[in-house]
Structures are given as structure tokens and as C-alpha cells.
């Protein structure tokens, strides 16, 4: 008999997308995706049975409704069905295309072959836990910031990527041809998902080095302070890890931030003045920025 999988579909804000995805990864949930529907957003989440009951599932809707109360948006619609395990696999490849990102990505979906027409970085991924597909404006600012970043001259580059999810960002940085990546995350399953994504990159794992962690994590991995550092994660996250990210960086350090709503930005831009960084430029997309720092 084949397994059974939760289905959880949540319609909310699209501005409260970063803080469900959050929520959802905390849950468990083994893969999210999310459609514009509107002016709202759809957001799919999947669990298998066996790992949550359904007033589990209850007590997750009320913590969106806290969430949503707590920022001042819509409470999001919530609702949650049982499917069967080839259900779950088909919804993804249904939803999940290639995609071209800036100028230079395509992010390709690992079940389908390589594109042979085509002269952009193509970069594999398989849908997982980790939080990291490419479809969310964050992560699209992020790799944009990434190829403006990277130009000709990055061979001898070190870059940090705290709070890694499925690692989309350090391998994108490594496939741009930087030297040396280090990429961290607390959650046990975003290692491993960050872990198969290098391999199916054919990215060496001394190029690329995935561990549980922080970034106390990579100053005991680095041997001197990295070139550039890029997070895409929660701003309050943000906020309280600038200091240890101002720890690892050199004179010339850049940073790349993003996970921050719009309405977020000042207070992440005051902590970063505060420890010594300078914000060079602010990308806007739909409810969402991404910060482009330096050391001041």
C-alpha cells in the first residue's frame, strides 16, 4: 500500500510567504511550493501521515492566524487533505518548470534533462524540506545579486551562506566560479537536501563544505575571513546574527540579504550601520527586498 502524505494548502498574503515557509519547515514538511493566485498566494506543503496528527495540524493554523495578527495582514486560509504518496510526487513535477533566472541561471528541475539549447548556467535541483527552489522573489533577487556580484575576477572568492535551506545560493556562487563555499544550517534535513543538491551539481565537497550550524559554525571552518556572505533568511534572524557575521568578515566583505519585507528594512539596515556595513543598494520585488552590503 502506498504511503500516505498530508497535503496542506495555505491562500494568504503574499507578504506573509517568508514567515509560512518558516513555520512549514519548522512543521517538518517535506517540500513547499507557492503559485500567484491574484493578489494572494497559494502555498503547497507536504508531510508524511505518520509525523502529525490532525490537531497538530490545528495547532499550525492557529500559529499562522497568530502570525498574521501579530503583523497586521489577513489571516491566511488553511485547509489539509490525506494523498497518496504517487499523488504527491505527480502534484510536484506538475507545478515545478525550468526557469530562467537573471541573466545567467536556469534553474532546472532534476527529473527532466538538461536543456542542450541554451547558454545559461544551469543549476539542478529536486524539490525537498529545504526551503530554495528559485521560485520565491527572495531567492531570485539573491542569485541576480549573485551574477552582478560575480563577475570576471572570482577565482580566489570565499563566500559563507548562512541559513542555507537546499543551497541554491552557495551553489550558485561556486557554478559563477567562486573558489571556496561553506554553507550552514540549523535544520538537519536543509544539510542533507544542501548536501544531495551539491552533488547533483557535480560540485566536489571540499569545494563546497555543508554542515549543521551557524555562523559560529563557519568561523571554525574558515581559516581567514571569508569575501563575501549571502543569507536569505528571516530579517529578525538577520538582525540578531549580524554581529557574528561582522566577526568572520574582512575590510572588503559583502553581503547579500534578503528575506526581508519592505517594511523591515530600515531596522536591518540600522543593525548593519551599527556594526560597521554600509547598504550599496536595496532590490524591491513585489513585497520583498534584497540588501547589497559592504564594510564601511
Known sequence: MANSWWEIQILCDSALEETIFWRLEMFGCRGMSSEVKGYSSLISAYLPQEQAHVLDLAALALALRQDALCIGLPIPAVQWDLIDEEDW???????????????????????????????????????????????????????????????????????????????????????????????????????????????????DAHHLIVEQGSVDRVAELIAAPVDGIVCNILAEVIIDLIPQMTAIAHPHTWGIFSGILLDQAKPVADTLEENGWVVAALWKRQDWCCMNVRRT
Not at 89 to 105: N, V
Not at 109 to 123: N, S
Not at 169 to 194: E, H, R
Open 89 to 203: 510526487s505527480s502534484t510536484w513535477k506538475e507545478h515545478w518548470q525550468p526557469q530562467e533566472i537573471g541573466d545567467r541561471f536556469l534553474i532546472n528541475p532534476a527529473w527532466l534533462p538538461k536543456p542542450e539549447q541554451t547558454d545559461r548556467i544551469i543549476l539542478q535541483l529536486e524539490p525537498g524540506v529545504a526551503f530554495g527552489t528559485g521560485d520565491h522573489a527572495t531567492t531570485q533577487l539573491c542569485l541576480e545579486s549573485l551574477e552582478m556580484r560575480l563577475g570576471s575576477d572570482v577565482a580566489d572568492l570565499i563566500i559563507a551562506d548562512i541559513g542555507c535551506g537546499s543551497g541554491i545560493l552557495s551553489i550558485g556562487a561556486i557554478l559563477l566560479g567562486a573558489k571556496q563555499g561553506y554553507a550552514v544550517d540549523t535544520d538537519p534535513l536543509a544539510v542533507k537536501a544542501a548536501r544531495e543538491s551539491r552533488d547533483l551539481n557535480g560540485i
